[in-house]
Structures are given as structure tokens and as C-alpha cells.
């Protein structure tokens, strides 16, 4: 078979799943089965089909796993969503729209993707502007106690999410030129191999991004995103440990330094610390949402409550757990689905990243086998930023959970990302003569 028709054939399994999905939705809200149901399966399995003709049309070796398992985590999100608020899950289903068709026009406008190696700096800017866009007077949003948002007029958006895609991709062209320069200059000292000391600048660059981010922007998770992301280039680059090492240490430096000296970084990683504290558990930006979203996690138990049966709202209609749909959608999963189904929905992300990596093994020249390790490493840290978060691993950030969690930003993001790695995957699986 084919690798497209193997394609084709993944993403039924994606449309039954949303099927179900519904279907215990409709049977939870008044008892009866619905054909609904089975109408807003066919309709993701065609818009599905939609982008699975992009790909076979445009991009004709490309990996044939990475577009269906975005299928099942999409239909994780919308189902999930639908179950908290239908207008919710409306709007999300139209963003899941936009997002097809903002894939489909990456895949067919940027087929040679080298050429953003040209453009690496205008990139770059690009890229910082978006980053630092939510502190600029009159337009910027703060959202508990981190600037994420911008708004213009009737639209609002999280630039942060398409400044991770900027800067990965300046990242891969610029190491692309001085890897070799930063293997030729390392010297080892006592057994560890370390880079010139001349050669430390664009890493004192990204750590002072990354402590900005975590000072002026107030988001750690995009921080340790961003900068993990960068080590994780950085190691593929030099194939040399002791540099992703020295990176970590610094940012760990950094963070336990404003963690001491800045009071909304403090507060954070109090919260963190100890979330049942009665003095923060009420306090306005306080302990009580990662505190909620732990004993949700915990009344899940193993396999769950049921689908539909948490208990979000108290009888006057308060919410029990904060930000249901975007933050602690992770939290509702676990609740209704248990471990169990919360494991389940982890292992589809750890197969993306797995597909990923092997993208960039795969990849013949520098630029895409480090483009390809970079979008692969910053999916994989949002992940971790935010389920670790919610599950008290890390303090908890705004970062929003890929394809499951609701919001317009993250979902035409990722498509982008994923657009991307589908060009390099097509390029590095194509026959020998036809590059």
C-alpha cells in the first residue's frame, strides 16, 4: 500500500473516534442517540479528506502518520471543547477550518522551504517582534499575571505561538553556518569539551531572550520552551553534550535568580511549591487553579469518571475548575477518561515527535535535518510545559495543550508547524534523483 493510501486510511479511525466521542456526549446530555453524531463525523472525515488531497497533490512522499495523528488530537479538542461549551467548540471548528486551509497554502506556496534560509534574519525579527508585541501599550493583554495576548480591534491573537516558528527557523539557519566553527573551536578541560569562549554569544543571546521572556513577559513556559528548543539545536548541531549541559545549567542559574529577586516570578514558584497553602490558595493569581486541577486529576482515578460526568459548575454556576477549555483541558481529560485515557491521548503526541525526529534523520542537508529537529522539539516542549504544569511538575504557565486546547492562535500554529515538517519529509523520502 501506498504511503498516501496509508494515509487515507488513518484517518477513519480519527472520524470514528469524534463519532463516539459525540455520541456519548449526546447520550450523557438527554438519553437518546443522535444521527448528529454520525453527520459531525462525516464532516471531519471530509475536511480530513480535503487535507489529505493537499498532501497527495503537493507533498506526494511525505510522511503518511503525521496528518492523522493531528486528526485524533484534534478530534480529542473538539470533542472535549463540545462537552464544555457548544459555542466554544463551534468557533474551534472553524479555526480547525482556517487552519486547513493556512496548511494546505504552506504546502503549496513554500515547496522550495530552503528559502527561508535566506531570509534567516528578517525571520528573526519577525519573530522577536511577535514575542514582545503583548507589552506594548494599548494593544498588549495580560492573562494571570503573563502577557500573551495582543488586540487589534475585533481580533486578538497569541503572537507567541507563530514566534516559536520564526525563531526555530532563524535558529536552524544560523547554526547551519557555524556548527562546524563551534566543533573546530571546542577544547576540552577537566574531560568536558567546551566551546570557545567567543563562541558563547548567540548562547548568552537566547539565555537573555529566554530570561526576558521570563522577566518582561512573565511566561516561564514559553521561556523554557524557546530556550529548550534552542539546546536541543544546539546538541543535533555540535553533537556535543557538554553545550546543551552548559545551556541548562545557565538557565537554571537565571530562573532560581529571578525566582529570588522578582516578585511575580516568586509568587509563581511559591504557588507551585506548595498549592494547598491556605495564604495562596485564595489569593488573587494564587494557588487555587493548579490546586483544582489536581484533585480533578485525582477523582479520575484509573479509567475515569465517565465521559461527561465531571463536575465543572457548583449549583450557582461558579466554575470548580478555572479554564476548563484552554489551560486545565488536560485535567478535564484526565477526570473523565482517567489515566488511562489521559496516557492514551500523551502516546498519539509521543508518536508525532517520534514521526518527527525521524523526519529529521532522515533529512539530507543540515538546514532541514535541523529545521525539522527544531519544530519537533519546541511541539514536544509545549506538550511537557503544559501537561507538566498542570500535573504539578513545573510551575504551572498559560501554554496551550497542540490541537487539543481551545484557541485560534495555537491551531493555525501548528498547522503552519506541521506544514512544515511534511516539506521536509517529502523532500528527505523522495527518490535519490527526483531532489
Known amino acids: 500500500m501506498s504511503a498516501r493510501n496509508r494515509e487515507l486510511l488513518a484517518l477513519v479511525p480519527a472520524s470514528l ?57 484534534a478530534c480529542f479538542g473538539l470533542v ?3 462537552r464544555l461549551d457548544e459555542d466554544l467548540a463551534r468557533e474551534q471548528a ?20 530552503r528559502v527561508l534560509e535566506r531570509y534567516r534574519y528578517t525571520v528573526a525579527a519577525a519573530g522577536l517582534l511577535l514575542l514582545l508585541l503583548p507589552r506594548v501599550p494599548g ?11 495582543v488586540e487589534l480591534g475585533p481580533v486578538s491573537f497569541q503572537p507567541a505561538e507563530f514566534g516559536k516558528i520564526a525563531i526555530v527557523i532563524f535558529l536552524a539557519a544560523y547554526l547551519r553556518d557555524t556548527r562546524q566553527v563551534l566543533i573546530l573551536g571546542a577544547r576540552r578541560f577537566l574531560g568536558v569539551t567546551i566551546p570557545p569562549l567567543k563562541h558563547f554569544g548567540p548562547l548568552l543571546v537566547v539565555w537573555g531572550g529566554a530570561m526576558l521572556m521570563l522577566v518582561f513577559i512573565r511566561d516561564l513556559g514559553s521561556s523554557l520552551m524557546f530556550f529548550g528548543g534552542f539546546l536541543a539545536l544546539l546538541y543535533v548541531a555540535t553533537n556535543r553534550l557538554s553545550f546543551a549541559v552548559i545551556g541548562m545549567g545557565m538557565f537554571a542559574v537565571g530562573a532560581w535568580f529571578f525566582a529570588s529577586t522578582v516578585g511575580h516570578v516568586e509568587d509563581r514558584i511559591a504557588t507551585w511549591r506548595d498549592p494547598f497553602d491556605p495564604q495562596l490558595y485564595d489569593k488573587p493569581g494564587g494557588s487555587y487553579q493548579i490546586a483544582q486541577s489536581l484533585f480533578a486529576q485525582a477523582d479520575g482515578g484509573l479509567f475515569g469518571t465517565g465521559f461527561g460526568q465531571a463536575t465543572l459548575n457548583l449549583p450557582t454556576g461558579q466554575s470548580i475548575l478555572p479554564a476548563p477549555h484552554t489551560d486545565l483541558i488536560y485535567a478535564v481529560i484526565t477526570n473523565e477518561l482517567g489515566l488511562a485515557g489521559a496516557c492514551g491521548l500523551l502516546l498519539v503526541y509521543l508518536l508525532f515527535v517520534e514521526r518527527g525526529f525521524a523526519t529529521a534523520v532522515r ?8 529545521l525539522a529537529t527544531g519544530l519537533t522539539a519546541v511541539f514536544a ?53 527526483t531532489r
Open 17 to 73: 473516534l469524534l463519532t463516539a466521542g459525540f455520541a456519548a456526549i449526546f447520550i450523557q446530555q438527554s438519553g437518546v442517540q443522535s444521527d448528529v453524531s454520525l453527520t459531525y463525523g462525516a464532516v471531519f472525515l471530509g475536511l480530513c479528506f480535503a487535507g489529505h488531497l493537499a498532501i497527495r497533490f503537493t507533498l506526494p512522499h511525505a510522511d503518511p502518520y503525521l496528518f492523522p495523528l493531528v486528526a485524533v488530537l
Open 80 to 82: 472535549v471543547i463540545y
Open 94 to 113: 472553524q479555526w480547525f477550518v482556517v487552519g486547513l486551509v493556512l496548511f494546505a497554502a504552506t504546502m503549496v506556496f513554500l515547496r522550495d522551504f
Open 139 to 149: 494593544i498588549g493583554q495580560q492573562v494571570n499575571g503573563a502577557y500573551l495576548g
Open 363 to 370: 533529512a539530507q542537508d543540515s538546514f532541514s535535518k535541523l
Open 381 to 433: 516542549l509545549q506538550v511537557f510545559v503544559i501537561v507538566g504544569g498542570v500535573t504539578k511538575v513545573i510551575p504551572l504557565t498559560g501554554v496551550t495543550l497542540p490541537f487539543v486546547s481551545y484557541g485560534g492562535s495555537s491551531i493555525l500554529a501548528n498547522f503552519i508547524l506541521l506544514a512544515l515538517l511534511l516539506l521536509v519529509s517529502d523532500r528527505a523520502r523522495r527518490p535519490e534523483r
